[in-house]
Every structure is written in C-alpha cells, then in structure tokens.
C-alpha cells in the first residue's frame, strides 16, 4: 500500500479524519465503510469527473460491500444556483434515501458545496464523505463544513455548516487537472503560508514550482500541511466568529472579482483569489500596514509559478469599475453593522482581521487597482 496519512478535526462528537495519499479511490469502500451507517450511498458528482474518476470509486465501493446509485451535474461554477440544486435533491429523493443513506461528493469545490448543503437540508441531515478531486477542494473547501450555492447576489449566499464524516484527499486525481485548475488551487495553499505560516511559505518559495510541476512528495506535503492548518482553525472557531475569519484573507476583493466576470471560466476562484491576496498586501501597505517590499515578493512568487498578479491578466474580462466592485464588496457575508470587513495582513504570515476600514479608502485604491474612477 502506498504511504497514507491522516489528520482529525477535533470537533467533539462530530470530529472526522482527513486522509491524504494514493489509490483512496480503489479503497473508498474499507475506508467509509466504518463511519457510515447504511451501506448503499449516493455519489454526486459532474460530467467531467464522472469521465475521469467515477468507475475507480464505483470499483472501490463495490469492493468494501457499499451500494451505490449516482447524480451526475453540469461542470462549472453556474451549476451552483437555485435550478441545479433543486435537481440535486429531487433526483437524490428519487431514489428512495433514509436518513442513514450517506452522500458521497466525488469533485471539485462545486460538488462539494453543493452535495454538502443537499446532505445539510434533505431528510433534515444527512452524513455525507467529502472526495475531493482538486487542489483547491482537497486544501480547502473539502474540511471545514462550509456548504452552499450562489445567489444573484453574490457568491456563497444560501448555505449552512454541516460537517462531514470523513475527507479523503486521494493525491492521484490531481495528475488529471489542466495546470490553470492546479494553479487555481496552488493559491489556497499559498494563502495558508500568507495569514500564518511564513516557514511555510517560505518552502513554498522553492517547492512551488516543483508541485505544480508533478512532484508528488511536494503535493502531498503542500496537502497535508494546508489540511492541518485548516484543522486546526476549525477546532476552535467552527462558525467563523473570529480566527476562521482568516482562512477568507483575499476572497473579499476575490468574490467581487469574480462577481464581475460572471462567476464563470473568466476567472475560477483561485485566480480571484490570489489576486484578492495580492491586492490585500498592496491594500495594507498603502495603509502603512506592512513593510512595502512585501506585496513585491508576493508578485515574484506568483510569477515564478504562474500565478496571475495583475487584473490586466484576466483574459477577455471588460474593464471593471470601482464603484461596482464595492458594492460586490458590501453584499460579502463578513459585512458588520454595513462596514466591509477585510482580512489584512503586516508581513507574511501576520493576517488579521479589519472592520475599521473607510469605504472611501477603498474605494480609492480600488479606483487606482482597476483605472477608473469610482461612480
């Protein structure tokens, strides 16, 4: 067997483990089997992952005694809304589910969400087992418990915290990702080295470039570490109230990015949200914040991975207006009292939080971010 590791949420009665390695597909059925209480689940999953991973897990489950049915969605962060969801559990109720009938997200951060807030809301909850197939998902949106869709309004609107019973974070899949999805993922690990962990992103430095080239030592390290930073976080804040806060450093600017270019292929999240990050340390050392050399060996580490630093980056996207990206900015969930919460940060590994901030200095830097003057 090939070297596995596996971390804990500590979260009481619902902890669950978090395994990290290879072959977890093969082995889906052992490794479930104990924490679910009926043996048939329900996989959902979307079209392009379906293609690449489906038979494995199928073959897996089959082999540990698990019965299966599938749900398989449209790819794409538009699958997110009000219509797919409601298709998700329609087709889910379909076939005849108990309460003790686990969900099985096989996918991306889309599939997670969205199978989370199904497991969340049908039958009044659901277990549900969390397989993601990305970076991205693996490192971030997978633990934690954050599930939900998109509104018109804004991303991650409707939604709930409901924890899964087991994550594995099966190393293997990420040979299938385009580099422009590995790179969308490298963002959240390098925002875990940014808001706490400057040893961190400082070996990042060197073994950035290797993990995004296919080394897989250096990816189920970045895996691993960035998991028990998650971990850790979600132990003692679950429903950001105040650290978990931080694990948001760079979504602020980043949803509302995204926002704008149609929450679509224009720009995945990741690439949202390392700009957010970037535009987070040039935000704080105009305030005086951070030292200033600092934003400048962020834009260097980003570039010697491929990372998009620069809104002028994001192929096809019409210029933006500040005015339009704050108001994006004031829709975000951390908003208080109306004042636009950000996560700052004054050297590598120094985020915190900022609720004092005046949105007319916002609004200015914003204004000089994308060249146009705030209407």
């Given at each position: 067997?090939?070297?596995?590791?596996?971390?804990?949420?500590?979260?009481?009665?619902?902890?669950?483990?978090?395994?990290?390695?290879s072959?977890?597909?093969?082995?889906a059925?052992a490794?479930?089997?104990?924490v679910?209480?009926?043996?048939?689940?329900?996989?959902?999953?979307?079209?392009?992952?379906?293609?690449?991973?489906?038979?494995?897990?199928?073959?897996?489950?089959d082999?540990?005694?698990?019965?299966?049915?599938?749900?398989?969605?449209p790819?794409?962060?538009?699958?997110?809304?009000?219509?797919?969801?409601?298709?998700l559990c329609?087709?889910?109720l379909?076939?005849?589910?108990?309460?003790?009938?686990?969900?099985?997200a096989?996918?991306?951060?889309?599939?997670?969400?969205?199978?989370?807030?199904?497991?969340?809301?049908?039958?009044?909850?659901?277990?549900?087992?969390?397989?993601?197939?990305?970076?991205?998902s693996?490192?971030?949106?997978?633990?934690?418990?954050k599930?939900?869709?998109?509104?018109?309004?804004?991303?991650?609107?409707?939604?709930a915290?409901?924890?899964?019973?087991?994550?594995?974070a099966?190393?293997?899949?990420?040979?299938?990702?385009?580099?422009?999805?590995?790179?969308?993922?490298?963002?959240?690990?390098?925002?875990?080295?940014?808001?706490?962990?400057?040893?961190f992103?400082?070996?990042?430095?060197?073994?950035?470039?290797?993990?995004?080239?296919g080394?897989?030592?250096?990816?189920?390290?970045?895996?691993?570490?960035?998991?028990?930073?998650?971990?850790?976080?979600?132990?003692?804040?679950?429903?950001?109230?105040?650290?978990?806060?931080?694990?948001?450093?760079?979504?602020?600017?980043?949803?509302?990015?995204?926002?704008?270019?149609?929450?679509?292929?224009?720009?995945?999240h990741?690439?949202?949200?390392?700009?957010?990050?970037?535009?987070?340390?040039?935000?704080?050392?105009?305030?005086?914040?951070?030292?200033?050399?600092?934003?400048?060996?962020?834009?260097?580490?980003?570039?010697a991975?491929?990372?998009?630093?620069?809104l002028?980056?994001?192929?096809?996207?019409r210029?933006?207006?500040a005015?339009?990206?704050?108001?994006?900015?004031?829709?975000?969930?951390?908003?208080?009292?109306?004042?636009?919460?950000?996560?700052?940060?004054?050297g590598?590994?120094?985020?915190?939080?900022?609720?004092?901030?005046?949105?007319?200095?916002?609004?200015?830097?914003?204004?000089?971010?994308?060249?146009?003057?705030?209407?």
């Amino acid at each position: 067997m090939s070297r596995r590791d596996q971390l804990r949420v500590e979260l009481g009665d619902r902890s669950y483990d978090i395994v990290v390695g290879s072959a977890l597909l093969d082995d889906a059925g052992a490794l479930i089997a104990p924490v679910v209480r009926q043996k048939r689940a329900i996989i959902v999953t979307d079209e392009t992952v379906a293609k690449l991973h489906l038979d494995r897990l199928r073959a897996g489950l089959d082999k540990g005694g698990i019965a299966h049915q599938a749900v398989i969605l449209p790819p794409g962060e538009s699958t997110k809304d009000f219509a797919h969801f409601s298709k998700l559990c329609e087709d889910i109720l379909g076939f005849g589910i108990e309460r003790r009938t686990p969900l099985i997200a096989l996918g991306g951060g889309v599939i997670g969400d969205m199978t989370g807030f199904a497991a969340a809301t049908l039958l009044r909850g659901l277990d549900y087992v969390q397989i993601p197939t990305t970076l991205l998902s693996q490192v971030d949106s997978s633990v934690g418990g954050k599930t939900a869709i998109d509104s018109k309004h804004g991303k991650n609107l409707i939604g709930a915290f409901h924890q899964p019973v087991l994550v594995l974070a099966d190393i293997d899949t990420l040979s299938t990702l385009p580099r422009r999805e590995l790179l969308a993922g490298y963002a959240e690990v390098v925002k875990y080295g940014l808001i706490r962990d400057p040893a961190f992103y400082e070996w990042l430095e060197t073994a950035g470039p290797k993990l995004i080239d296919g080394d897989i030592d250096a990816r189920r390290e970045a895996v691993l570490k960035s998991c028990a930073a998650k971990a850790a976080i979600v132990a003692i804040d679950e429903h950001e109230n105040g650290d978990r806060q931080l694990l948001n450093f760079g979504h602020t600017f980043g949803h509302a990015l995204e926002i704008e270019t149609g929450l679509g292929d224009v720009l995945l999240h990741g690439e949202g949200v390392a700009l957010g990050m970037r535009m987070a340390f040039d935000f704080s050392a105009r305030l005086g914040l951070c030292p200033k050399d600092i934003p400048e060996r962020v834009r260097r580490h980003y570039a010697a991975v491929g990372l998009p630093s620069n809104l002028k980056q994001i192929a096809n996207a019409r210029r933006m207006d500040a005015g339009v990206l704050v108001r994006h900015m004031a829709k975000d969930k951390k908003v208080r009292d109306g004042r636009i919460t950000l996560i700052l940060s004054r050297g590598i590994g120094a985020a915190f939080i900022a609720n004092d901030i005046e949105r007319p200095a916002i609004e200015a830097f914003l204004a000089d971010e994308t060249g146009a003057a705030v209407h």
